[in-house]
Structures are given as structure tokens and as C-alpha cells.
């Protein structure tokens, strides 16, 4: 990792690191961050995506990924879910007056992505999303389903994702990753007449 800087404000920081027989994956996230990173896995279009995620929510991300390519990329892809979600989750701490809830509308040329989101502590993944091609670069598009079941799982979310406009399957997903960046992003942000509250009228998240 290259050692990105924390942010003067907020310290909401995580380092995960998770290896299995399959998959090798450490992350580290600076969620008050100012869009740095440092992504490298074996999918070129993967590291474009997550680059532009952390560009447009403003995060610090760092993510080494390698994985059994030989057998299929969904391991890889699925892991990465898991441990960004998994950082964001331990980063976030107690939630202790954050947004919870975040949502975006992001177009792309003729493409058109819609991302809402809330960390409500109860995992669920809406995902309304078609594909022409198998493959967008070299990413396997039948995986992405599962790189947000992981996060949302992973970080105790429910994300619905819905793409209902569109021609070209790289405009599609891009449209999608800046969406799902920025929706976090609103959902991470802290609101200041929250006083550090928790957002739930349960008392916990």
C-alpha cells in the first residue's frame, strides 16, 4: 500500500486485510478523504471502476487484490465486495450521527444510473441492472451483482440499484459505480444538528 494521508477531519479510517485459498485482499479507507487512490486487482476494467468510486465519493481508498483468475473471476470480484464493505462498516464505528441514508440520479451520455442507499444495519441488495455483453473490458458483467451483495452483506446495507436507461454496457456500469460513490458518500456524510446522535429511533444501527 502506498500509505495515503488521513484527513485532518472526521479520522473515520479502516485497514482490512482478508486472504483465503481463493482470494488476497487488504484495503485501506479513509472516508474523509479527498478522492486518492490506489487500486490494483488483475481486471483492468474493476480497477477503473473502483477508482472512479473513490474519485466521486471523495474517499481515500487504497485495495491490492489478487485472486484465482484461472477459475473464474467471481471469487476476486465478490471478495472485493466483502472487504470494501467490511472497511466502511469498520470505519463508520458507531454511525454515531451520520446521514444513514444516501441516493443519486447519475447520467452518462445515453446511459442513466440510480442508486439509493441506506446503512440500516439489515443487508439487502436490489439489483435491476441488464447487461448486452458477458464481458466489458476484461470484467465480467455477471459478477457485479455480486461485488454489491458482498459490500451490502458485508457493511449491513440495503442498496437498491437500478439502471434504466442505456446503450453502451461501459457507460452503464461507469454511470452505476459514480451513482453508488456518491449516494455513500451522502449516506457516510455526518449532519452537524444531529449532535452525534445515532439515526434510528431504536437506539442502535
Known amino acids: ?40 486487482t488483475p481486471i483492468g476494467f474493476l480497477n477503473h471502476m473502483l477508482e472512479a468510486f473513490s474519485k466521486h465519493g471523495l474517499f481515500d481508498l487504497e485495495l491490492d487484490a489478487t485472486g484465482d483468475l484461472e477459475v473464474d473471476q467471481h471469487h476476486l470480484v465478490e471478495d472485493c465486495g466483502i472487504v470494501l464493505g467490511q472497511a466502511f462498516r469498520e470505519a463508520l464505528g458507531d454511525k454515531r450521527g451520520i446521514n444513514r441514508a444516501g441516493y443519486f440520479v447519475f447520467p452518462m451520455d445515453e446511459s442513466l444510473a440510480i442508486v439509493a442507499v441506506d446503512i440500516s444495519g439489515r443487508p439487502f441488495l436490489q439489483f435491476d441492472a441488464k447487461f448486452r455483453r458477458r464481458e466489458c473490458g476484461a470484467l465480467d458483467t455477471d459478477v457485479l451483482e455480486d461485488f454489491f451483495q458482498g459490500f451490502a452483506s458485508s457493511l449491513g446495507a440495503n442498496i437498491a440499484i437500478s439502471i434504466p436507461a442505456g446503450r453502451s454496457d461501459h457507460h452503464k456500469i461507469e454511470a452505476l459505480f459514480k451513482a453508488f460513490a456518491k449516494a455513500m458518500k451522502m449516506a457516510c456524510s455526518k449532519e452537524a444538528r444531529a449532535m452525534g446522535s445515532l439515526p434510528s429511533t431504536k437506539g442502535m444501527v
Request: hydrophobic residues 30%; charged residues 25%.
Open 1 to 40: 500500500m502506498n500509505g495515503l494521508q488521513d484527513a485532518s477531519v472526521g479520522n473515520r479510517v479502516a485497514e482490512v486485510c482478508r486472504k483465503t485459498k481463493e482470494t488476497s485482499i487488504s484495503v485501506r479507507l479513509n472516508i474523509d478523504g479527498s478522492g486518492k487512490y490506489g487500486v490494483s
